[in-house]
């Protein structure tokens, strides 16, 4: 096969009209779900399974000086000696124990294993194993972690992980040309992405003496080599399926994963049997890695006329007791700490910090819900001090083609004005602001407001690690073409696009393409599932692997048609040729097997590195931009302080809409995430301790709180990168509902709010302040 | 303690212990893997079963307190070839994202369907309520209402 051919085909499908892609497709997993299957991990388990569960810490921050199993009646008491590997859980940083050592760091960390007959008798002997501590002083935030005589959460580590700069111009100098500079702090609170699917995973001794593993997860080979190593096996000992994933929102491609992975093989392998290990719900909302509370303040200055100047951010981070990915989440935040706007003077300080509250890590949008809510804020800010409204000071200075980011990066495309005009002009933006002025002025008990908030996200990982991925496909004798990645399914609907982006190339309909499942015995590593890159970048793979099989195919219809490879289109479930006629896929694949050619590709696509300067920050951290703008309309309760959020206007530019049915779900979802984050969800610690880690107090939107309707705009405006000039979608509605409904909430009451989430007391209480 | 019920369509004798819950009694007797279980406390609803043609948690009911009940799950809603109108509502709108919450959320719907096929929006958000959507669908789920309103 020449890749000559594969290249040519590439020119002719970017080409042409698109067959598939940019129609409304159902998700090829949806019937699945309607019917109920058993799709999920906990449904194969089936006849008799030992149960695993954890010992975990009552102290957030203590030595253990001793533990006594013999009141316990577990068939098996495993603690860290038990480990025939490496006791390291961490998912990128070993700083983690999988079983705690000598000292426990936060509430609920890991100290023993019990495996018990049934998961009753697991927890009960897990409350029977007893733990000695002796106490040590707790860190309860990043400000008291920084003080000089603060106490080290991990000895061998400074409690700040990580110092993010980025120093563009000269900031002094800005402020100094500024007419108008003001200074704010804004702080975010705790939150977990909270996956209705509790942390599970199932384990079984193989054929081979090998273990395989079933579980709930977004990352396939991030479970797979860090259980690998705890175990302390070779490769091929080890197998890892990825179950239907009952959401995923970050939690899932962390830490916890593995510990309920490692948990259910560590059994298996003591004891030869099948393990199931799970969490309870308060255990999940105890020890997922959640949002990264921050602390920013902004300080900005402006020209009269609304030029901003110059800006400056110090943004501390609290990623709890071990680093998780939080010092990549405060990379991300700090980059984004402008928000969309050209700053020609930047100062930025990121501070990624250890504490002894519980684990900060991924949660889908990655810092960046924080950065905006905190730039977006200011930005409100300062067009009040300058007399101007939230659009103009917008218009001003959002990203333009031919504008520069905080870190010098040229913007080359006007996704964000596109946003911004079809937000503004759907919502009847300034119409709204001057009928909720005079309602305003009539209602006392009830305020209405709107506010818009702007984003830009960089797309895929950029910095925060290899961006590759891999997709094997294979066609069946009968023409069923398989697609099968380790990047994986927990609900945004991104392997359905690599099914389209596979029919549109093949020329077949979606009906033909079938997904399997995420295995680590039959694909390789296709990188991580996260930072919203399976679309974007699986799709380039898929596409690649599609490519590679139809190639495969022309040289066999070629010769049946008498003409070249090249000259061939694939569509409609044929392989035509205008004035040769046509064979019809299967009779093209049936040719192929006769001929003994081998209808097997896998896909692969690695985006360009990116470059910046880790002294500056300046350079181009990722390789293109997702843009987009929320309008938020509100009412506020004066008196109550309970805020409804009435409407959604969301425009975003997804480069290349692959599937709309899709992005208009994924629009609405993550909107009404994002209000759950603005208006309600908050894990509370005191003192170390979660106060609140049930669903009756960690309060999460349901269907009376969604607004009544969410307008979702889809902009189409091309990246570089991604597959078809697709842009990253899956986190990004999340991003901006806090920062647009404050500014709602501002506009209804004149005042700011500047700390999440907008509950009715602090709502009251700031009003009463006022 | 010895119970009968019926569980979708089929009539049952079981022994179950007296604090054994229905959802278990569904998922681990019945193999009913449609039933989820998300808290055990009530709080999300995965675990929502038709009893006696009325949504319940069946986290929060004792095995033996359906005895010479009607129990309802999604297993009964329809099949491949002939699913239910919301089921294919369901597929049409997009309103499976993980699709955890899905069985629950087609039953709360089914109910009204059944008894109040010509349901206003404000029922289908209240009632709707009692089920858990981390995905955000319920507007999805509002609207697969609206495909088979009347009907």
Redesign the interface.
């Known amino acids: 096969m020449s890749e000559e051919i594969v290249e040519r085909f590439r020119q002719i499908i970017e080409a042409r009209e698109f067959l598939v892609v940019g129609k409304k497709v159902a998700r090829v997993d949806a019937l699945d779900a309607v019917l109920g299957r058993p799709i999920y991990t906990g449904d194969f388990v089936t006849g008799k399974t030992l149960f695993v569960k954890a010992v975990r810490s009552k102290l957030p921050h203590a030595y253990i000086r001793g533990i006594d199993t013999s009141k316990s009646k577990a068939v098996k008491i495993l603690t860290h000696r038990d480990i025939p590997g490496v006791n390291d859980a961490g998912s990128l940083i070993p700083d983690r124990p999988l079983l705690a050592v000598n000292k426990v760091r936060h509430i609920g960390e890991a100290v023993a294993l019990v495996v018990a007959e049934s998961m009753q008798e697991a927890e009960d002997a897990a409350e029977d194993v007893e733990i000695w501590y002796d106490p040590l002083p707790v860190v309860k935030s990043p400000r008291e972690a920084m003080s000089p005589n603060a106490p080290r959460i991990q000895e061998d580590r400074d409690n700040v992980v990580t110092h993010f700069k980025i120093r563009k111009g000269d900031v002094e100098k800005g402020f100094r040309e500024s007419d108008v500079v003001i200074e704010r702090t804004y702080k975010t609170q705790f939150i977990t992405g909270l996956p209705l699917e509790i942390e599970i995973a199932y384990s079984y001794p193989d054929r081979d003496g090998g273990i395989t593993c079933i579980s709930s997860m977004q990352n396939l080979y991030d479970v797979y080599n860090k259980v690998l190593k705890i175990l302390g096996l070779p490769a091929e000992k080890l197998r890892v399926v990825q179950a239907a994933t009952g959401g995923g929102f970050g939690p899932k491609s962390d830490e916890t994963p593995i510990d309920v992975a490692a948990y259910a093989c560590l059994a298996t392998h003591h004891t030869g049997k099948p393990a199931l290990a799970a969490f309870t719900r308060s255990e999940a909302i105890t020890v997922q890695c959640k949002r990264h509370p921050f602390e920013i303040t902004n300080t900005v200055g402006a020209s009269k006329d609304g030029r901003v100047l110059a800006w400056k951010s110090t943004l501390l981070e609290d990623t709890g007791a071990y680093i998780s990915k939080g010092h990549l989440v405060i990379g991300r935040a700090t980059f984004h700490c402008t928000g969309p706007y050209e700053v020609p003077n930047v100062w930025a300080d990121g501070y990624c910090v250890l504490t002894n509250n519980t684990m900060a890590g991924s949660t889908r949008g990655f810092g960046a819900p924080q950065a905006h809510f905190a730039a977006e804020s200011i930005m409100n800010e300062l067009a009040d001090e300058l007399g101007m409204s939230p659009l103009e000071i917008r218009e001003i200075n959002m990203l333009k083609p031919g504008r520069y980011t905080a870190t010098s990066q040229r913007i080359e495309d006007d996704g964000l004005l596109r946003c911004y005009r079809k937000a503004v002009e759907a919502s009847s933006f300034e119409r709204k602001l001057v009928e909720y002025g005079e309602y305003n002025r009539l209602s006392k008990t009830v305020k209405k407001g709107i506010g818009i908030a702007l984003l830009y996200h960089g797309n895929t990982l950029g910095p925060e690690g290899d961006d590759f991925a891999t997709v094997l496909t294979y066609v069946d004798r009968d023409g069923t073409v398989h697609v099968q990645t380790g990047l994986t399914e927990y609900g945004t609907g991104a392997l359905t696009s690599l099914v389209i982006v596979t029919a549109e190339t093949l020329g077949i309909p979606t009906s033909r393409v079938r997904l399997e499942r995420p295995d680590t015995a039959a694909i390789p590593n296709s990188g991580p599932t996260v930072a919203s890159r399976t679309t974007v970048i699986g799709g380039r793979a898929a596409l690649d692997a599609a490519l590679k099989i139809r190639a495969l195919v022309a040289s066999v219809a070629s010769k049946a048609l008498g003409v070249g490879p090249e000259e061939l289109e694939f569509r409609d479930g044929r392989i035509l040729h205008p004035s040769r006629g046509h064979v019809t896929w299967e009779e093209a694949v049936q040719q192929c097997f006769e001929q003994g050619v081998e209808l097997k590709a896998i896909g692969h696509y690695m985006a360009p590195p990116t470059k910046w300067d880790p002294e500056t920050g300046q350079g181009s951290p990722y390789n293109q931009y997702t843009y987009g703008a929320l309008v938020a309309e509100v009412s506020v309760d004066v008196e109550t302080g309970f805020i409804r959020v009435e409407r959604l206007t969301a425009a975003y530019d997804v480069g290349r809409a692959i599937n709309p049915l899709g992005l208009e779900t994924v629009f609405q979802g993550g909107s009404i995430m994002g209000l759950g984050y603005a208006l309600t969800e908050e894990i509370i610690h005191e003192n170390g301790y979660v106060v609140n880690p049930d669903l009756h107090s960690f309060i999460i939107p349901t269907s009376t709180d969604s607004p009544l309707e969410i307008k979702s705009i889809i902009v189409e405006v091309p990246g570089p990168v991604g597959v078809f000039g697709a842009k990253a979608m899956g986190e990004i509605p999340v991003v901006l509902p806090a920062a647009a409904i404050a500014g709602a909430v501002a506009n209804a009451t004149g005042t700011y709010i500047r700390e999440l989430p907008l509950k009715p007391e602090r709502v009251l209480k700031t009003l009463k302040i006022k | 303690m010895q119970m009968r019920f019926r569980v979708n369509g089929v009539d049952y004798s079981l022994e179950v212990e007296p604090n054994e819950r229905l959802c278990d009694v569904l998922r681990n007797r019945l ?4 039933v ?1 279980t ?4 009530g ?2 609803g ?1 675990c929502t079963v038709l009893l006696d043609g009325k949504p319940a948690p069946s986290c929060l009911v004792l095995a033996y307190r359906a005895s010479d009940k009607e129990i309802t ?3 009964a ?4 070839k002939n ?1 239910h109108p919301l ?1 294919k509502a ?3 709108v ?10 629950a959320a ?1 039953l709360v719907l089914k109910h009204i369907h059944d008894t109040n096929p010509a349901a206003r929006r404000e029922d289908v ?2 009632a ?2 009692g ?12 609207e697969a209402f609206e495909l088979v309103r009347g009907k």
């Open positions: 193999g009913l893997m449609s989820k998300g808290c055990g406390v709080d999300c995965l799950t999604v297993e809603l329809g099949t491949e699913l089921q369901f597929i049409d997009g309103a499976v994202q993980c699709g955890y919450c899905i069985p087609l958000r209240r709707l309520r089920i858990l959507c981390r995905c955000g669908s319920y507007l999805r789920f509002e």
